[in-house]
């Protein structure tokens, strides 16, 4: 009897573990499908500035005919800079930005003053608090030695970094901890350039490559990207470790973008306008999950990657939205007079629930 018994029971245990396996794999399936992540992505939409939660749209206040530049999104509160710019892809200078679909001009809310020269172009939100990054031109200066002021604002207060007869730019603006850093072109007196990052209000130089970008920050440190000698490359600023990320064939490399995923300590390079690869710390990684060219931008959370690929062919622009590497958006716009596109993609940002 015990013989019979023996075999029965290993038959229903066996059915019992197969039923466990069934339920683990149905709940994982469920665990991949389930929205666990809020998906933003800026754009324009019949030449309107509009963003996208999670495919659905919403039409930014007084948005006709301007293009959104990047979207931020902290505490359930959603920032959207933008431009009247016509280039959908590589436009970077602000002058507008909406914080929860309420529409403020750069200028006023700088204070800035009419007539004068300005170009604004760094953008960061930290604990509710708003910075900018840029150059502005002094309408009253002491001298021509300093007609042109390089500045960032917290709230819009102004912060001076460096005056000069020259035009200086900003690329980056990174708030750690209390520090605010803020990648730069600067111009001597002498009209010597150089391109380095401010710490608070002291410079650092990066002994002048070619372009100078964006920070990104994981558990290793806080990592400026720059370009010389054709080649892409890294410091972490914390222990000034330089480190080689790859080639870069483009003739014209505006605009690279570093980000970090905060659950890993991976860096990941991407640059606009004709950008087809990425790289994942110094590995090249060529997409072949899309037809579509061009890397737009690219957002890392958790290992997922989530990305704007698009192109623009016989007046027209196609951009989708994958994640890890399916899509979940597409949008088509033509050509329409000054401005580019009457429907793009151009920004996109992620929250975990």
């Known amino acids: 009897m015990k013989k019979l018994l023996l075999p029965f029971l290993l038959l229903i245990l066996s059915i019992f573990n197969s039923c466990n396996n069934d339920s683990d794999i149905n709940e994982g399936a469920e665990k991949n ?31 006709d005919n301007l293009l959104p530049i990047e979207i931020k999104v902290e505490n359930n509160n959603v920032y959207v800079t933008g431009s009247m710019g016509i280039n959908p892809v590589s436009y970077k200078s602000i002058q507008y930005f909406w914080k929860d679909n309420v529409k403020t001009e750069i200028k006023q809310y700088l204070n800035i003053q009419n007539n004068v020269q300005h170009d604004i172009t760094g953008f960061a939100v930290n604990n509710g608090d708003i910075y900018f990054a840029g ?24 912060t001076l970094l460096r005056k000069g007869q020259f035009i200086p730019s900003a690329e980056g603006i990174f708030i750690n901890g209390s520090d605010v850093y803020v990648s730069a072109l600067v111009v001597d007196n002498n009209q010597n350039i150089d391109r380095g990052y401010f710490k608070n209000t002291t410079y ?11 920070f990104a ?11 010389k000698n054709s080649k892409y490359y890294s410091k972490n600023i ?11 064939t483009a003739s014209l490399p505006f605009y690279g973008k570093i980000v970090s995923d905060k659950s890993t300590n991976d860096l990941y390079t991407t ?3 004709n950008g087809m690869s990425y790289f994942k710390n110094s590995t090249v990684i060529n997409p072949t999950f899309s037809a579509l060219p061009f890397i737009q931008d690219l957002f890392v959370l ?17 951009g989708k939205v994958f994640i890890n590497g399916v899509e979940s958006q597409n949008i088509n716009g033509l050509q329409n007079g000054t401005i580019n596109y009457t429907a793009t993609f151009n920004s996109i940002y992620v929250v975990e629930n």
């Not at 002491?142 to 917290?154: D, G």
């Not at 920050?217 to 720059?226: E, M, Q």
């Not at 914390?238 to 870069?248: F, M, Q, R």
């Open 135 to 158: 150059y502005v031109e002094n309408p009253i200066p002491a001298s021509s030695l300093e007609r042109y002021e390089l500045c960032y604002w917290k709230n819009g207060v102004k």
């Open 204 to 214: 650092n130089s990066l002994n002048n490559p070619d372009y100078v970008f964006n």
């Open 33 to 63: 499908t389930a929205q666990s992540y809020d998906v933003y992505v800026a754009g324009r939409e019949n030449s309107k500035a509009c963003f996208w939660k999670n495919n659905v749209k919403t039409d930014l206040t007084n948005g």
């Open 302 to 318: 958790n290992n997922d990657i989530y990305m704007i690929k698009y192109n623009t062919q016989n007046n027209s622009y196609n």
């Open 217 to 227: 920050k994981n558990n290793n440190g806080l990592h400026i990207l720059y370009k």
């Open 238 to 248: 914390n222990t000034n470790a330089e480190t080689l990320i790859g080639d870069y």
């Open 271 to 273: 640059y606009y306008d």
